[in-house]
C-alpha cells in the first residue's frame, strides 16, 4: 500500500482545467500544479492562458495551454483529436458565463446559455475525455472528474443580500447548476466501474477580486451570512479539489463536497 503523502501526490498526472484564467481557476491550476501535476490550462482567450502559463512556469511548475471554446462543439473535438489518447488523470469542469438577475428580470436565453456552458459542456468535454480518462486507468489505476457547482445549486440566495432584482445571484445560475450536480451523479454511476471517479464541489461565497475591492459593504453582508464569518479564499478551494483528483480519494465517487463555510449549515 502507498503512504498518504503518494496518494495526495499528483505528480507526473495531467489535469484539464475549464475556466482556469478567472479568479478562482487560477488558484485551482496553482494548487494542483503545486502537488506536481502538469495543468492543462483552458481559456477562450489566448492571451490570458499564456499569461497564466507564464506565471505558473515562472514558479517553476508545469503547465500547458489548452486554449479552446467549450461551448464550440467542433473546437472540444479538435483538441482532444490532438491529445489523442494520451493518458488524462483528471478533469476539472469549472467554466460559467452569465450575468444577473432575478426569474421576473430574466430572459428565456439567460436559461438556455447558462444550461450550455454548465451542464452542456460538461457533456461534451467528459464524452470527449474519456480515451485519456480510461487510458489514465489503465496506466495507474485511478482517473478523476470533478464538476463545480455551488451553494446556489442546494439552496437559494437571500434576496435582501442584494440591492435589487437586477444585480441578485440569478436563478437560470442556481438551476444550472443543482442539474450539474445532479448530472455529476449519474456520470459517478456510469463510468464508476471503469475507474473513472465523478464527484462536484460546490462552492459558498467566493466574491471575485473586483467585487472584493468595489463593493466591501456587499462581502461584509456575505460574510455575516456564514457561520464561520468571513467569505472565502480562493486558496481555500485548493485542498479540497485536489482531494478529489488525487489518490486520496480513490473511493469516493459521486459526491458533492460543499465548501462554504457552514453558509447552508444554517
Request: aromatic residues 8%; charged residues 20%.
Amino acid at each position: 500500500m502507498t503512504s498518504l503523502p503518494q496518494r495526495f501526490s499528483l505528480e507526473s498526472k495531467s489535469v484539464l482545467v475549464t475556466g482556469a484564467t478567472g479568479y478562482l481557476g487560477r488558484a485551482m491550476v496553482r494548487g494542483l500544479a503545486e502537488l506536481g501535476a502538469n495543468v492543462l490550462v483552458n481559456g477562450r482567450n489566448p492571451e490570458r492562458v499564456e499569461a497564466c502559463v507564464a506565471e505558473l512556469c515562472d514558479s517553476g511548475l508545469v503547465a500547458t495551454s489548452a486554449v479552446f471554446d467549450i461551448n464550440d462543439e467542433a473546437a472540444v473535438h479538435q483538441w482532444f483529436s490532438q491529445y489523442g489518447e494520451l493518458p488524462l488523470h483528471g478533469l476539472v469542469n469549472n467554466a460559467y458565463a452569465g450575468g444577473a438577475g432575478s426569474i421576473e428580470t430574466a430572459g428565456e436565453d439567460d436559461y438556455r446559455n447558462s444550461y450550455e456552458v454548465s451542464l452542456v459542456s460538461t457533456h461534451r468535454l467528459l464524452k470527449s475525455a474519456l480515451p485519456g480518462l480510461r487510458a489514465a486507468h489503465r496506466k495507474c489505476g485511478n482517473a478523476s472528474v470533478v464538476n463545480i457547482g455551488s451553494m446556489y445549486g442546494l439552496v437559494s440566495p437571500d434576496q435582501r443580500v442584494y440591492e435589487n432584482k437586477r444585480v441578485a445571484n440569478p436563478p437560470f445560475y442556481g438551476a444550472a447548476k443543482a442539474a450539474l450536480i445532479q448530472w455529476t451523479r449519474y456520470a459517478a454511476c456510469e463510468f464508476g466501474r471503469e475507474g473513472v471517479r465523478v464527484n462536484a464541489i460546490s462552492p459558498g461565497p467566493f466574491p471575485s477580486e473586483n467585487v472584493q475591492v468595489e463593493n466591501p459593504a456587499f462581502v461584509a453582508t456575505l460574510a455575516d451570512k456564514v457561520p464561520m464569518g468571513r467569505i472565502g479564499r480562493a486558496d481555500e478551494l485548493q485542498g479540497p479539489l485536489s482531494f478529489l483528483i488525487s489518490d486520496a480519494s480513490s473511493f469516493v465517487n459521486g459526491s458533492n463536497l460543499v465548501v462554504d463555510g457552514g453558509w447552508t449549515c444554517w
